[in-house]
């Protein structure tokens, strides 16, 4: 079975420094992954996703995740935090018949 | 962009009462529903698959006659938490593919949750 580990629970940075979120996958086949990102009392919302091609993917609000097959990872990085930033990120891969596999989320918390 | 409504967004209820949740899609037609369950500080955990005019097909360990779920045209799938306790308290989201895919894979668009507190 797939499954998606997120090895920080929690993580701090200073609002304008870097992030890197890190996310390793279990998965056979070539994996179809997204990062998901859930404010408080929210939805989710897809930040970007990963399914074929270049392996370093752009998405939305300054955010991009490079896909390493050799190390079965697909890390959630962005040069510059804003304090707007501070949320709940999922890693997710894509299975048989459309369903998502969650990690456990990671809690990112902005300082200024 | 796809859009997914669920309502209501917040619902407390009395114990042993039962509780109907909605999710639509507002701007295309989804073939398929999810519902997941999300407990605090924790992930979300898929409850079952729910296809449009067909019956709904539950992960493991969820029980399907406390949770039913309806999936009657394609813009609507109902998630009905029967005889609830406080235990079913929870942060219920649903999601929806739409009806073309391309890639092999069909992105999901998700609702902005359901907080159901059972007194």
């Known amino acids: 079975a797939q499954s998606v580990t997120q090895p920080d629970i929690h993580i701090t940075v200073s609002e304008g420094a870097s992030l890197e979120l890190r996310c390793n996958y279990s998965y056979g086949a070539t994996p179809y992954l997204f990062w998901y990102v859930q404010s408080p009392g929210q939805g989710l919302q897809l930040l970007l996703k990963y399914f074929s091609g270049d392996t370093l993917v752009q998405g939305i609000k300054g955010f991009e995740a490079e896909f390493k097959r050799s190390q079965s990872s697909f890390n959630l990085r962005k040069p510059s935090v804003h304090w707007s930033d501070a949320a709940e990120y999922f890693c997710a891969v894509g299975e048989y018949g459309n369903k998502l596999v969650f990690g456990a989320g990671t809690i990112l918390r902005v300082k200024s | 962009g796809a859009v997914v409504s669920q309502h209501p967004s917040r619902v407390i209820c009395k114990s042993g009462t039962s509780v109907k949740i909605e999710c639509r899609s507002l701007d295309f037609q989804a073939t398929t529903m999810f519902w997941y369950r999300q407990f605090p500080k924790k992930s979300l955990m898929l409850m079952a698959t729910?296809?449009?005019?067909?019956?709904?097909?539950?992960e493991q360990g969820v029980e399907k006659d406390k949770f039913l779920i309806n999936h009657a045209s394609l813009t609507l799938s109902t998630l009905t938490v029967t005889s609830a306790h406080p235990e079913d308290s929870s942060f219920y989201i649903c999601s929806a593919i739409g009806l073309a895919g391309g890639l092999g894979y069909n992105e999901q668009f998700f609702g902005p949750g359901t907080r159901l507190t059972v007194l």
């Open positions: 729910s296809n449009e005019g067909s019956k709904a097909t539950y």
